[in-house]
């Protein structure tokens, strides 16, 4: 199938893998005569695996190891389960970090809100931050 099809069926852009073919998620598919890209059916596959890699916020540096493990004829799933991991900690990090947002921004807003009928200083931008 050419590229116009394959992006229509993996609900991408051509872009999107010319894009992808540069960084090595995609193979470099054959050419026709005419100099058009022939992809087959397995494009379609891999092109889901990148869409599931990135649901899990995989990057697509990380995607291509994932990959490249794969087309040396290895199973990546060791490797799978590592960037998951690693994940899951990063995920857990940016909670704990939000949650500390979010009780910085509770208690301002409540000072905030115990200190509204008072006009800021002339020399203060805003006595709220």
């Known amino acids: 199938m050419r590229i116009g099809e394959l992006a229509e069926k993996a609900r ?3 872009s999107t893998l010319r894009y992808y073919e540069e ?3 995609l193979p470099q598919p054959e050419r026709t005569p005419t100099g058009y890209r022939s992809y087959g059916d ?3 596959q891999r092109l889901e695996f990148i869409d599931r890699a990135r649901a899990a916020g995989l990057t697509l ?3 291509a190891e994932i990959l490249d493990v794969r ?3 290895h ?3 060791d490797h799978v389960r590592g960037l998951l991991d ?3 900690v990063d ?3 940016q909670i704990e970090k939000l949650q500390a947002l979010r009780s910085n921004i509770v208690e301002l807003r409540a000072n905030a809100t115990a200190t509204a009928s008072e006009p800021c200083a002339p020399e203060s931008i805003c006595r709220y931050l």
Do not use: F, N
Request: aromatic share 0%; charged share 20%; net charge negative.
């Open 23 to 25: 960084r090595g998620l």
């Open 86 to 88: 690693r994940q899951l």
């Open 61 to 63: 540096a990380q995607t």
């Open 91 to 93: 995920i857990d990090a």
């Open 42 to 44: 397995e494009s379609i």
């Open 75 to 77: 199973s990546p799933c």
């Open 12 to 14: 991408t852009t051509t």
């Open 71 to 73: 087309d040396s004829g």
